[in-house]
T-cell receptor
């Protein structure tokens, strides 16, 4: 089984809808991250969490919110989706004092 | 702030050719440097890393040397295979309490048989 899972893998929604992307991990890591990937732009950090009570904004947090329900779960919400949020979204985890991040398979989101 | 500049792609090579993907960075102090690889339909995987100047990271025949004087971390492989076809991302992890990853824009590599 994959260590970092994301649901759904693909999602099509309409402008103005609220959607949630979920991430779960079995690695026992404290730290979790949400990134978006756009063609030609690499990955940009949306939010990150160092533990359940520590959530921080990344480079591009506007229009997004997150919830760390447990050490193993970190959800990303788009309160009112807009077309320029169409992208590939990745969740990642890392252990405290370790530099390597482990990525999930991604969620492809299309906002019409 | 921190930034990473990568060689633009796409790059197309024949099997057994030599590969170089250039990466330069801007950062304060001595960041850690990484190469991640993304195979089609998958998430990113760490390929190799280096944490201090003159360190060489290596894995699966790929190598990159942390060059502080030229602020570079170029990825090389002596003989590529079709299975190396993927997108390659250079990244750095800066100093400070957050120590977040900053990624380059990625380089698409296609290896033809």
């Amino acid at each position: 089984d994959a260590d970092v899972t994301q649901t759904p893998r693909n999602r099509i929604t309409k402008t103005g809808k609220r959607i949630m992307l979920e991430c779960s991990q079995t690695k026992g890591h404290d730290r979790m991250y949400w990134y978006r990937q756009d063609p030609g732009l690499g990955l940009q950090l949306i939010y990150y969490s160092f533990d359940v009570k520590d959530i921080n904004k990344g480079e591009i947090s506007d229009g997004y919110s997150v919830s760390r329900q447990a050490q193993a779960k970190f959800s990303l919400s788009l309160e009112s989706a807009i077309p320029n949020q169409t992208a590939l979204y990745f969740c990642a985890t890392s252990a405290r004092y370790q530099e390597t991040q482990y990525f999930g398979p991604g969620t492809r989101l299309l906002v019409l | 702030g921190n930034s990473v500049t990568q060689m633009e792609g796409p790059v197309t090579l024949s099997e057994e050719a030599f590969l170089t993907i250039n990466c330069t960075y801007t950062a304060t102090g001595y960041p850690s440097l990484f190469w991640y690889v993304q195979y089609p339909g998958e998430g990113l995987q760490l390929l190799l890393k280096a944490t201090k100047a003159d360190d060489k990271g290596s894995n699966k025949g790929f190598e990159a040397t942390y060059r502080k004087e030229t602020t570079s971390f170029h990825l090389e492989k002596g003989s590529v295979q079709v299975s190396d076809s993927a997108v390659y991302f250079c990244a750095l992890r800066g100093l400070g309490s957050a120590r977040q990853l900053t990624f380059g824009s990625g380089t698409q590599l296609t290896v033809l048989p």
